[in-house]
């Protein structure tokens, strides 16, 4: 009895996170949160400087670079061969920039008014969102093949070896990315010189 009882409970729990899963997967992807202002220094003339790249740090030639106020677009760009893009003519102020999938909000200062920490430019990532951990309808299958057959902990072993072999894969990703952008922040200072002589 006490054995069949033990089977009961957790089946029944690993039900309840299978369905619990199902109702977050139906409630969709949620969007990152744009609390991050980062300020920048304007160059001469209200030129506001970036790179776009994508994921693997690669640069993106042909992206159009919107810039708002609000919800007005109120300037853009296309970047060159080398993902480099300048906006002129702009003020201080709030602004939102959009440059493919990427989008930041940024705090455009005069070169006068600007506090030390300000960058000069920035670059922007352009890639799709990803969002992990949904296995979709082949999850809940996979869950309920698994309280079926028994080895619930088996199951949920293999779902964290792999976890983590994602993980360090990601930490790899990141820092071949960190690079890449190291790499393209060298780039636009050569560029960034050139253009102000």
């Not at 992807?29 to 304007?42: E, F, M, Q, Y």
């Not at 493919?100 to 909000?105: E, I, L, N, P």
């Not at 088996?154 to 930490?171: A, H, K, R, T």
């Amino acid at each position: 009895m006490k054995s069949v009882m033990k089977f009961a409970v957790t089946g029944l729990t690993c039900l309840g996170l299978t369905i619990s899963s199902a109702i977050v997967m139906a409630a969709g992807p949620v969007a990152p949160a744009t609390n991050n202002v980062s300020d920048i220094a304007l160059a001469p003339g209200g030129t506001f400087f970036g790179h776009v790249v994508n994921a693997q740090g690669t640069a993106l030639e042909g992206t159009v670079v919107k810039v708002y106020k609000g919800k007005s677009e109120v300037a853009s760009s296309v970047t060159d061969q080398t993902g480099l893009f300048a906006v002129k003519n702009l003020r201080g102020g709030v602004y939102r920039v959009s440059a493919g999938q990427a989008s930041g909000v940024y705090r455009f200062w005069t070169e006068d008014a600007a506090p030390p920490n300000a960058s000069t430019k920035t670059v922007l990532v352009s890639s799709p969102q990803v969002v992990r951990g949904q296995l979709g309808a082949l999850g809940a299958l996979g869950g309920a093949g698994t309280v079926a057959a028994g080895g619930a902990a088996i199951g949920l072993g293999s779902l964290s070896v792999m976890n983590l072999n994602e993980s360090q894969d990601l930490n790899d990703d990141l820092s071949d990315l960190q690079k890449r952008l190291q790499d393209t922040q060298k780039h636009l200072d050569e560029i960034e010189s050139i253009v102000t002589k």
